[in-house]
């Protein structure tokens, strides 16, 4: 079982940055590709950002790819979203995600193939 807890949302500015982080406790010891989430309200979850693992591959959707980084510290038990330049159209509710994996260098972006989530942080991007 790993459990999953994200932060660093907040109420932001147009065109501020912000870093959001979820740490995993309990079975870390696995291999796991990681995503990052966002969901709207009334909306389907979407797909934001992958990595793989170890992490040396990622995939963002190409709507935040000049301005979203995805990373993760394996030591710490961490994955980050780098969020720059950010717009109102970011406002959501943002979800850390965990697969385990064995192998292999694809991506999954629909929310059902991820069993492991977190509670969400929310992201408030004002004009």
């Known amino acids: 079982q790993v459990q999953l807890v994200e932060s660093g949302g907040g109420l932001v500015r147009t065109g501020d940055s912000l870093r959001l982080s979820c740490t995993a406790s309990?079975?870390?010891?696995?291999?796991?590709?990681m995503a990052w989430f966002r969901q709207a309200p009334g909306e389907d979850r979407q797909f934001v950002a992958a990595?793989?693992?170890?992490?040396?591959?990622?995939y963002v959707r190409p709507s935040v790819r000049e301005r979203f980084t995805i990373s993760r510290d394996n030591a710490a038990h961490s994955l980050y979203l780098q969020m720059n330049n950010l717009k109102p159209e970011d406002s959501t509710v943002y979800y850390c995600?965990?697969?385990?994996?064995?192998?292999?260098?694809?991506?999954?972006?629909?929310?059902?193939?991820?069993?492991?989530w977190g509670q969400g942080t929310q992201v408030t991007v004002s004009s």
């Open positions: 995600a965990a697969r385990e994996v064995y192998g292999g260098p694809s991506f999954h972006t629909q929310s059902s193939e991820y069993p492991y």
């Open positions: 309990g079975r870390t010891s696995g291999t796991y590709a």
């Open positions: 990595i793989n693992w170890p992490g040396d591959s990622t």
